[in-house]
């Protein structure tokens, strides 16, 4: 019997009730721009994303070769305190480090401001609010898309009054609402919509084994993963889908033998997506492949998947403990809809083991893991079916576990509620600040001493904590005033002796001074180091390029450098100069 999924309706009603919800979450959006106070929504990550459109629909430069109009556009709006969503190319170009998949998703927003501004007073410069606005307003819409194809997913194997629950219990139960709710620009929010959408087809193409979900398919797969390389890990849902033992992985195979036409465009789909891609690296990098070019990597074969899911920084079950229902549902789906556990669950598990893998694990600003976020469009599936195993159960079963789920749907409302208002930290969460501040609604200094060591997001940090609180101790000093090795002899000269006799001359030849080299454990075993290099240096000439480097590296790899010039350092010719660097070491885990 078809279910009706557009009227009288309990799951059509909670969803406009999202949606509208999040509508007005958004609304001091639009406040901002009727009162003319600036909107920045087009900032940090999403900056990097969106670049490639203004790049080339309006500065003529995907290859970022004219960088005063990048500098501009951060001298008057400020989006992030470094260029750090860009690379070096080849040829005096640049590579902007994100993929440019998320661009086709923008690009409706930004079409429609541009047309805006054409005809206003606002700046066709990509950024006025003109389009932060417009912007704000396409997330919105593609977030209402994700709510509906959801319910219309959930529909297909539950009823509308679970569905309507499970609507409710994701939205507000979960991180979801602070992720993609309040922050509707964030690729996260279009992703959970897409992997919607990507279900959607799945179903629709094993029911009809129509073309024209197969295209809709590859398409919607290639365009997460242009945005988003590791939403490849999705392709697991089509091809596993119906897959439960040896007979029917032979029953799949022959599916798609006997519609190789589907294949074929399928797949194609999939690569006409992609080749924008490859023909922009080739164009700005000289390379065809240029995947990574984040400070961070994956480190598959050494994963932080414990931190990932359990720590007090940001551990996934410990600030979402409502999706430890949907993994326990796996157990259920396999004795309820037997032919779809393989997909999901394996789709599940190689999406947590590659999202755990990634060097920056905990994913900077969220609360809890918002990587994960996307990936409740599936997940909402074996959650609804823990949720109908448990209707089924005995009174007293049934009525332990609601009673469970509404505690923890209450304290995920109480916790979002304390890190929208700065209680629970966006990334330095420790243990101790944990249960200090748990079901608190106001926290003093004292408490927040408890937090993980406050790491800058500009390049040229500077120490400005209570030095009394530190350990310190000198590891280096070198005045060239008793350096006998053979090595330096020759660069010593004392013709400009500060201290001592000597000093040691750089020039064409000897482009290097003595440096220290040491290990991270061998100077401190706490989680983080400040370190203070210093040194006295006479110029002899205002051309020099000479720097002040400090950095550290891990298994060979460089994973933080700092090297200040002296044009940064602001260095008079022909005098002695006392420079001086404040060096915050990164997340370090391997000795």
Known sequence: MKKNITKNSVSLFVAISICISIFFSNWHYVKDFSEKKQILVISWDVYGYYLYLPALFIYNDIGLQNMQWVEQIYEKYKPSTTYYQIADGEKGKKVIIYHYGMSILYAPAFIIAHTIAKFTAYPQDGFSNIYQLIFIING????????????????????????????????????????????????????????????????????????????????????????????????????????????????????????????????????????????????????????????????????????????????????????????IGFWNMRKMNR??????????IITVYVLSSWECWWYASSFSQRSMVESYALLAVPFGYFLKHNGESSLKIKWIMYSLIGFIFALNIFQSWQYVNGII???????????????????????????????????????????????????????????????????????????????????????????????????????????????????????????LVVYLDSKKRLVKYRADGTEKLKLIPNQWNKIVIEYLTPEVRHS
Request: hydrophobic residues 45%; aromatic residues 18%; positive net charge.
């Open 140 to 327: 919105i819409f593609f977030l209402w898309i994700g709510i509906f194809i959801l319910r219309r997913n959930l529909l297909h194997f539950f009823s509308d009054i679970l569905s309507a629950v499970i609507l409710v219990l994701i939205v507000f139960g979960t991180n979801y609402y602070v992720t993609n709710g309040m922050s509707v620009t964030m690729p996260h929010n279009f992703m959970f919509a897409l992997l919607g959408i990507i279900l959607w087809f799945t179903i629709k193409w094993h029911q009809t084994y129509k073309i024209k979900y197969t295209i809709l398919l590859g398409v919607a797969i290639g365009l997460a993963v242009v945005s988003r390389p590791t939403e490849l890990i999705v392709i697991l849902i089509p091809l596993l889908w119906g897959a439960t033992d040896a007979a029917s992985f032979r029953e799949k195979i022959r599916l798609f033998k006997n519609h190789k036409p589907h294949l074929v465009a399928f797949f194609s789909s999939m690569a006409i997506i992609g080749l924008p891609q490859l023909i922009y690296w080739k164009y700005t990098s000289g390379s065809f492949f240029t995947f990574n070019l984040h400070s961070q990597t994956l480190s598959l074969l050494d994963p932080y998947t414990f931190n990932f899911l359990l720590s007090y920084k940001k551990g996934w079950l410990l600030y979402t403990p409502m999706v430890l229902f949907a993994i």
């Open 425 to 547: 930290s966006m990334d330095r969460m420790t243990k101790k600040y944990y249960w200090r501040v748990f079901a608190k609604t106001s926290v003093t200094d004292d408490d927040r001493k408890l937090l993980e060591i406050e790491r800058g997001t500009t390049i040229h940090e500077s120490f400005s904590d209570d030095e009394s609180r530190y350990n310190t101790k000198q590891v280096f000093l070198l005045d060239f005033e008793n350096d006998t090795s053979e090595k330096n002899a020759r660069a010593l000269v004392d013709s400009f002796g500060f201290n001592s006799n000597f000093c040691f001359k750089l020039d064409n030849l000897i482009k290097f001074s003595p440096a220290y080299v040491g290990k991270y454990y061998d100077l401190t075993d706490k989680y983080y180091l400040w370190i203070r290099a210093s040194a006295d240096v006479f110029l002899t000439t205002t051309k020099s390029h000479s720097c």
């Open 339 to 348: 032919e779809i556990v393989l997909s999901f669950s394996s789709f599940f």
